[in-house]
């Protein structure tokens, strides 16, 4: 069994789709990013590489490669689930907890948990996202300029 911990923060800027966990949002606002700017997936990706032992997902997709420039972040998340799967891994489970005031993602949850399931061929139950304010404060973000997601997985040898 393998432990990773992924962290991800972005600004919401106009004129950006907001999307997560690769669902789109309806939002006046999307994250600013190089990407999509899919900061669930981005965790996710930093998660299981750092479970694999793999570096990070900024050494694996640089933002100065041209290749990515407003790609789908499911293709890191696809390439990843690759390397897990030669590497001879699973994932057992997932837990998320995506921070912010602004946009509410209560109501896309489960999509986001079927969606992620579905790309990394495990049942649904082993994903749990969760959605917190800051109830305000300006912790590591101003109150509306930005989301942040933490992410633990575990990983079990095939």
Do not use: W
Not at 22 to 30: N, T
Not at 69 to 78: D, E, P, R, T
Not at 103 to 109: F, G, L, R, T, V
């Amino acid at each position: 069994m393998r432990i990773g911990i992924g962290f991800d923060i972005h600004p919401l800027v106009p004129k950006r789709d907001l999307v997560l966990g690769g669902i789109k949002i309806p939002h006046a606002f999307g994250l600013l990013g190089h990407s999509d700017a899919d900061i669930i997936i981005h965790a996710l990706c930093d998660a299981l590489l750092g479970a694999l032992g793999e570096g990070d997902i900024g050494e694996r997709f640089p933002d100065t490669d041209v290749r990515y420039k407003n790609i789908s972040s499911l293709f890191f998340l696809q390439s990843i689930y690759e390397l897990m799967r030669e590497k001879e891994y699973q994932v057992e489970n997932i837990d998320m907890t995506v921070l912010a005031n602004l946009a509410k993602i209560s109501p896309y949850k489960a999509r986001i948990q079927k969606n992620l399931a579905k790309e990394l061929h495990i049942e649904e139950n082993q994903v749990n996202v969760k959605a917190s304010t800051t109830n305000g404060l300006p912790f590591c973000f101003g109150e509306k300029e930005g989301i942040a997601v933490y992410c633990v997985v575990l990983l079990n040898g095939l």
